[in-house]
């Protein structure tokens, strides 16, 4: 892959910020600002919020871009979204999109500012929150940046939307704001930008990913009904558990024996519940289902198969039409498949390089994560979009890793825990030359 990249780069102008007087002013500026950061971060990491409910991030984080001198609107998009604008003249556009929202799970760091939030969701449960995905590190790269541009505007000219989006995490934030007019309401953007945490590349560098970066995601509920009864008679019963387990090994083959082996697809059973006392076979088990993929013709016959499959075990095990299993497909919570523009992406991996060195930049590998940024590509408008991942491991352990295999705690893990410091210099680095390679002046 880098033989192939390398003719393409080698063409590309030097990015601006390869010029050491402009490196020396984002590094002072950087040092400048980086207590404020650090405060910033921990306290975002320290006070996680759920999917619609980022009141206080969303706070933060609009404080943070007034304090550069953006214009900003918060609330926008009928929940928690933030949008800023920074204007300096004449020339394109440029959106740059950092995510809000934490996760339901029980931090389990060590860190001093480790997160001890517990929170009532959105259906009423009692739950721990975290920021897992390193959202805080998103929201705090996208105040550091806002603050370096305020202070660069001598080398640029053009607008930038800084946008703070909620609900990431259940794919609908992109989608309410797109819909609420974010392209009409404010500049429409010529380019849009976003960076995201890795959790399997060591803080200091940056991984970016030409077309294909991320997958479709669907969530799918499934209902498998029986007949219950006493666990001693379990011929005057219609058994849903023996039956789920049955759909469970089948929903394998859709993958195995239905999908070609050169199309990527995952079929993920992540919850199965049912029943409630050793002798009691019950009336029905639930199940939630994970699907990946990258086209929409596999996305659709995994879809497709997953109902049949469905159907035809429920025949085997001599279930009325009425009992058949009920297959519910989540659909507010489906993720288009990310597409980082071509010569976008390029001209960020170049302009990068400039800033970084070209050793800390690498290409990598799609994968089949999900990224509702693939919104702000899809829209009549046809916006070329560009995501890159921000290394956030510690160098050590990724040293580590590399010569023992010790497993690294992944995104969503309870022990996730990003190096504050050269991770959130990286980001705001990388995004700051990112930009102005778009918007500087000629």
Known sequence: MNHLRLPVL?????????????????????????????????????HPELSLMEERSAAKVAAGLRGAGVEVVEKFGGGHG???????????????????????VQEETGLPYASKTRV???????????????????MTCLVGTARMLASLRERWSGTVVFVGQPAEEIGTGARAMLSAGLYTKFPKPDFALALHTNAALPAGSIGTVEGPAMANVDSVDITVRGIGGHGAYPHTTKDPIVLAARIVTALQTIVSRETRPIDPAVVTVGSIHGGTKHNIIPDEVKLQLTLRSYTDAVREHTLAAIRRICRGEAIAAGLPEELHPIVAQVGTQFTPATRNDVTLTRRVHAAIGGALGAERVRPVDPVMAGEDFSEFGRTAEKVPICLFWLGAVNPAKFAEHERTGAPLPSLHSSKFAPLPEPTIRTGITAMTAATLDLLGKK
């Open 120 to 138: 009532k969701n959105l259906a009423g449960q009692e739950v721990a929150t975290m920021q897992a995905c390193g959202h805080d590190i998103h």
């Open 82 to 104: 933030v949008v800023g604008v920074l204007k300096n003249g004449v020339g394109p556009t440029v959106l740059i999109r950092c995510d809000l929202d934490g996760l339901p």
């Open 10 to 46: 080698l063409l590309v102008a030097l990015p601006a910020l390869a010029a050491p007087a402009l490196r020396d002013a984002v590094d002072a500026k950087l040092a400048a600002d980086y207590p404020m950061l650090d405060a910033l971060y921990k306290d975002l990491h320290a």
